[in-house]
């Protein structure tokens, strides 16, 4: 099976200095994956000399684009006005049929809006949803188990059958790139009690329940976001920006806090050298660069959000989550799942 991705090589806050490097990588690495490096082209092929590697150019295509999305730019504006844009371009090949799916690390309002306007959603989808893989552990098997989290920032409002939707696609994903028949489904809430929380996250509450095809477990509180209690966890886009946020605090905070503790007094120092294997062992778990990549749900294609910040190794994780997503045909599988619920409610 071969994988076609478009990549916005401008995108992101290190720009080609990052996207190159990645896609280099991941050729090497995957040879059935055949990356169009969308930007302004004489750029793109000066930094590509600048990179002392061999690639295969026969998988490695340059598409043109004049214009670039800044990361401050408005979504509407960029949606308006910038039409040769290296994010516009890259989706655009998408509806072309010329690939399968799109990486960006550009701007996420401008690449929401982008995506919708030129793929539209699948059919009784109101808005796509950014999902993104959490790392979580299994008290159980004490083994990292990631859960997958939507909606994370795309709608801030969101009614009970939007989030019923969200709950689908979660559903949808969570089967493919987990390999569960029928994983759990959760709603984050205030409370488990069912008489918590605001009447839209009552009413998909009741709708998820009353739906046979979906896994749904009732309510998880945020405390319980790392458990692994849950395959998927569906919320606002405004309380799951809120969380996510959080935990990226969260982690920044404890590392620091470690560092400045086992540099403290030549004991410390000591101690950090005796726990180095642990250390080592749970940045790996941790690391970053293995998450990256945040998908777009419930779009006519197959789009992928980096990290605006990522650097190499995590962007590169992001074109790894497409070709996963190619793999397992998400956007038709879901389109599929959809359809057969409506027919079991009709």
């Not at 896609?23 to 793109?44: M, N, R, Y």
């Not at 998408?94 to 030129?118: P, W």
């Not at 009353?210 to 919320?235: L, Q, R, W």
Request: aromatic fraction near 6%; proline fraction near 3%; glycine fraction near 6%.
């Amino acid at each position: 099976m071969s994988y076609r991705v478009s990549v916005d090589a401008m995108g992101g806050d290190h720009g080609l200095k990052v996207t190159i490097p990645a896609c280099i990588s991941a050729l090497k690495k995957h040879p059935e994956l055949h990356i169009f490096v969308v930007g302004v082209a004489d750029q793109i092929e000066a930094e590509l000399a600048q990179v002392k590697s061999s690639y295969d150019y026969h998988r490695l295509t340059i598409v043109h684009a004049n214009e670039t999305v800044e990361m401050d730019e408005s979504p509407a504006l960029a949606l308006r006005n910038k039409k040769d844009s290296s994010m516009r371009v890259a989706i655009n090949l998408i509806k072309s049929h010329e690939v399968d799916a799109c990486v960006s690390a550009g701007n996420t309002g401008a690449l929401m809006a982008t995506s919708k306007f030129v793929l539209k959603t699948l059919h009784e989808i109101d808005r796509p949803a950014i999902v993104y893989a959490i790392p979580s552990l299994d008290r159980k098997t004490r083994k990292m188990d990631p859960v997958y989290m939507l909606d994370l920032g795309a709608n801030v409002n969101c009614s009970s059958e939007q989030l019923f939707q969200f709950g689908i696609m979660g559903s949808v994903l969570a089967a493919n790139l987990k390999g569960k028949d029928r994983p759990r489904v959760a709603l984050l809430n205030i409370g488990e009690e069912e008489m918590k929380g605001l009447d839209s996250i009552k009413q998909a509450a009741k709708m998820l329940q009353n739906c046979d095809h979906i896994n749904y477990i009732g309510y998880i509180e945020g405390n319980d976001i790392f458990s692994a209690k849950a395959d998927v966890i569906v919320c606002d886009g405004f309380a799951g920006n809120i969380a996510l946020k959080t935990m990226e605090g969260m982690a920044k905070i404890v590392a620091d806090m470690l560092k400045d503790s086992f540099n403290n007094s030549i004991f410390s120092k000591l101690a950090m050298l005796i726990s180095a294997p642990v250390l080592t062992s749970l940045k790996r778990k941790l690391d970053t660069n293995q998450y990256n990549g945040a998908s777009l749900l419930g779009l006519r294609g197959i789009v992928i959000k980096s990290h605006g910040g990522a650097l190499a190794p995590a962007f590169e994780t992001a074109i790894y989550e497409a070709i996963k997503e190619i793999r397992h045909n998400i956007p038709q599988k879901t389109q599929s799942q959809i359809e057969r619920i409506m027919q079991s409610e009709g």
